[in-house]
């Protein structure tokens, strides 16, 4: 199986900064794309960035957040920097994993980690 542990989720001021972190581990032959969703109270799931070979951000986070991932530690990393208040959600970690003995990429979510940015 795989298992994916987020943190640095928490409580920060407007304009402030927050570090999310997601770690997969398990019987991982490769990853494929990494990335962040969130859902804020009665609103859909949205994207907000994804890092393969290229990244990709939600418009209303580029500029503010950077998303990085370390392949040896097969961890992905969200930097989020000038936080708003419309930033407050649940934070889902997202990667797509080759399991060692399998020949197709499956997706995972971790279980999703709180950021609540204060005004």
């Known amino acids: 199986q795989v298992q994916l542990v987020e943190s640095g989720g928490g409580l920060a001021q407007a304009g402030g900064s927050l570090r999310l972190s997601c770690a997969a581990s398990?019987?991982?032959?490769?990853?494929?794309?990494m990335g962040w969703y969130r859902q804020a109270p009665g609103k859909q799931r949205e994207m907000v960035a994804s890092i393969r070979s290229v990244v990709n951000y939600a418009d209303s986070v580029k500029g503010r957040f950077t998303i990085s991932r370390d392949n040896a530690k097969n961890t992905v990393y969200l930097q989020m920097n000038s936080l708003k208040p419309e930033d407050t959600a649940v934070y889902y970690c997202y990667v797509e994993v080759l399991r060692s003995g399998y020949a197709t990429y499956s997706a995972y979510w971790g279980r999703g980690t709180q950021v609540t940015v204060s005004s």
């Open positions: 398990g019987s991982i032959a490769s990853i494929n794309i």
